[in-house]
């Protein structure tokens, strides 16, 4: 009998875990199909174009007084005066630090009084969709912006009549095959196609024969080859001997003056401030969105090549941006950037000290507050955040707090209505249940 019991009940729960497993795929597939059309717009291509020759921001009134290095700038002596440059078009890629990047322009933004073009209703503008004016909230024709800062797919010719003629393009870039890793992590669930991988270790099993499980017409298959590219506005699924791949990359190396990289982050920080004019107390940062060591799948060096011959044209690009990126930390002075890195990593470690109880980042589970819990993939809680500490002192309380807090509670700060983002989150929670 008991173990008629014992069987009966096992059956129970697998039945369970079926129905349960029919509910959510079904209720995903639904929320699926119902935020898509509620994401999808109607694009008007006849808007008037009325060009936006100068600024609209509020200029400081004061100059920095910088060493000077290579600079066309006025200079006296060692040292040139320049105003901080506040027109800003920073493409946010995906899985590059930039959530953390963003949380500096915001913070920049406030303290100048910027204006922001923001998206309407969600935290990006309807990407995959290339970026169109229109998907700016309350955009009219010849209204100004000073900085464009959300995930979209890059469309040269609509940020160009969208903002100042002599905006700074600024974007960032990551090691493709760690890139990659994280991008299957993050979205795979998102992408029906991985779905049918067996195994535990999808990743290696996609790796060993990834033309198996890709078709580059499935749904949000751009997540899984070559995604930098793709965010840059490009076709993500060229060959790599195809001459558009040559030609996109020249594009991006004109249009954008600063291509970061992550490997490089506090180095390509202190190009940044060079290049805009900023000051070292625009630049401290904490690193949000990390992903907890355990989640991270360490690549070995037969998966890292076969991640690489995946996603070649990232590869290529990444080649192609390295080499400028040296180029320009050699112009800048190897020595001075060296001192300069050291002075960022101590004013980084003093505000850690000032604002983050323990000091560190913690499991998303043990985030104290609501308002400082990030956004997590579906399925599980991966992502890390902060403790704000409960003593900081009146002078600090507000920055450490900016510091601190999730891209999408800043954007809320910020006046952005992100509805349709809010709604997925809820159903992203029952998915996770």
Same mark, same amino acid.
């Given at each position: 009998?008991?173990v008629?019991?014992?069987?009966?009940?096992?059956?129970?729960?697998?039945?369970?875990?079926?129905?349960?497993? $029919?509910?959510?795929?079904?209720?995903?597939?639904?929320?699926?199909?119902?935020?898509?059309?509620?994401?999808?717009v109607?694009?008007?291509?006849?808007?008037p174009?009325i060009?936006?020759?100068?600024?609209?921001?509020?200029?400081?009134?004061?100059?920095?007084?910088?060493?000077?290095?290579?600079?066309?700038?006025?200079v006296?002596?060692?040292?040139?005066?320049?105003?901080?440059?506040v027109?800003?078009?920073?493409m946010?890629?995906?899985?590059?630090?930039?959530?953390?990047?963003?949380?500096?322009?915001?913070?920049?933004?406030?303290k100048?009084? $910027?204006?922001?073009?923001?998206?309407?209703?969600?935290?990006d503008?309807?990407?995959?969709?290339?970026?169109?004016?229109?998907?700016?909230?309350?955009?009219?024709?010849?209204?100004?912006?000073?900085?464009?800062?959300?995930?979209?797919?890059?469309?040269?010719?609509e940020?160009?009549?969208?903002?100042?003629?002599?905006?700074?393009?600024?974007t960032?870039?990551?090691?493709?095959?760690?890139?990659?890793?994280?991008?299957?992590?993050?979205?795979?669930?998102?992408?029906?196609?991985?779905?049918?991988?067996?195994?535990?270790?999808?990743?290696?099993e996609?790796?060993?024969?990834?033309?198996?499980?890709?078709?580059?017409?499935?749904?949000?298959?751009?997540?899984?080859k070559?995604? $930098?590219?793709?965010?840059?506005?490009?076709?993500?699924?060229?060959?790599?001997?195809?001459?558009?791949?040559?030609?996109?990359?020249?594009?991006?190396?004109?249009?954008?003056?600063?291509?970061?990289?992550?490997e490089?982050?506090?180095?390509?920080?202190?190009?940044?401030?060079?290049?805009?004019?900023?000051?070292?107390?625009?630049?401290?940062?904490?690193?949000?969105?990390?992903?907890?060591?355990?989640?991270?799948?360490?690549?070995?060096?037969?998966?890292?090549a076969?991640?690489l011959?995946w996603?070649?044209?990232?590869?290529?690009?990444?080649?192609h941006?390295n080499?400028?990126?040296?180029?320009?930390?050699?112009?800048?002075?190897?020595?001075?950037?060296?001192?300069?890195?050291?002075?960022?990593?101590?004013?980084?470690?003093?505000?850690a000290?000032?604002?983050i109880?323990?000091?560190?980042?913690?499991?998303?589970?043990?985030?104290?507050?609501?308002?400082?819990q990030?956004?997590?993939?579906?399925?599980?809680?991966?992502?890390?955040?902060?403790?704000?500490?409960?003593?900081?002192?009146?002078?600090?309380?507000?920055?450490?707090?900016?510091?601190?807090?999730?891209e $999408?509670?800043?954007?809320?700060?910020?006046g952005?209505?992100?509805?349709?983002?809010?709604l997925w989150?809820h159903?992203?929670?029952i998915?996770?249940?």
């Amino acid at each position: 009998m008991r173990v008629i019991c014992t069987m009966v009940g096992k059956q129970g729960r697998q039945w369970r875990s079926i129905c349960k497993g $029919l509910v959510l795929g079904t209720l995903l597939t639904s929320c699926m199909i119902l935020l898509y059309c509620l994401s999808s717009v109607d694009v008007p291509f006849d808007l008037p174009e009325i060009p936006v020759p100068y600024s609209c921001a509020h200029r400081p009134a004061h100059l920095h007084t910088l060493p000077a290095a290579n600079s066309s700038k006025q200079v006296t002596g060692r040292t040139r005066l320049c105003a901080p440059k506040v027109d800003i078009m920073f493409m946010k890629t995906h899985k590059t630090a930039s959530s953390t990047l963003i949380n500096i322009l915001f913070r920049f933004g406030e303290k100048h009084r $910027l204006k922001f073009a923001f998206p309407d209703s969600r935290n990006d503008f309807f990407y995959p969709t290339p970026f169109q004016r229109s998907q700016v909230k309350d955009y009219k024709p010849g209204m100004c912006f000073n900085i464009i800062c959300n995930h979209m797919r890059f469309n040269a010719a609509e940020v160009a009549k969208l903002l100042p003629t002599d905006t700074t393009y600024i974007t960032v870039l990551r090691d493709p095959a760690e890139l990659f890793e994280s991008s299957f992590h993050y979205f795979g669930r998102l992408v029906p196609l991985t779905w049918k991988i067996p195994g535990e270790d999808k990743l290696s099993e996609f790796l060993r024969d990834p033309s198996h499980y890709f078709d580059a017409e499935g749904f949000n298959s751009f997540y899984l080859k070559n995604l $930098l590219f793709f965010d840059l506005g490009q076709d993500n699924t060229l060959d790599l001997e195809d001459p558009r791949v040559e030609e996109g990359i020249r594009s991006i190396t004109d249009r954008f003056q600063l291509v970061m990289l992550v490997e490089h982050f506090e180095e390509s920080l202190i190009l940044l401030k060079d290049s805009l004019c900023w000051e070292m107390e625009d630049l401290l940062y904490f690193k949000l969105n990390a992903r907890k060591g355990s989640t991270v799948s360490r690549l070995t060096t037969d998966l890292r090549a076969k991640a690489l011959q995946w996603n070649a044209i990232d590869w290529k690009l990444y080649q192609h941006i390295n080499d400028t990126f040296w180029a320009k930390v050699s112009a800048y002075g190897r020595e001075r950037m060296r001192g300069d890195v050291a002075e960022l990593r101590r004013r980084n470690a003093e505000m850690a000290g000032i604002c983050i109880e323990g000091g560190h980042a913690v499991e998303a589970v043990n985030i104290q507050e609501t308002e400082m819990q990030p956004w997590q993939p579906i399925g599980e809680k991966s992502i890390m955040g902060y403790n704000l500490k409960k003593n900081v002192d009146k002078a600090h309380r507000t920055l450490c707090r900016k510091m601190l807090m999730p891209e $999408l509670q800043y954007l809320t700060e910020l006046g952005v209505n992100l509805w349709i983002t809010r709604l997925w989150g809820h159903v992203r929670d029952i998915i996770n249940w």
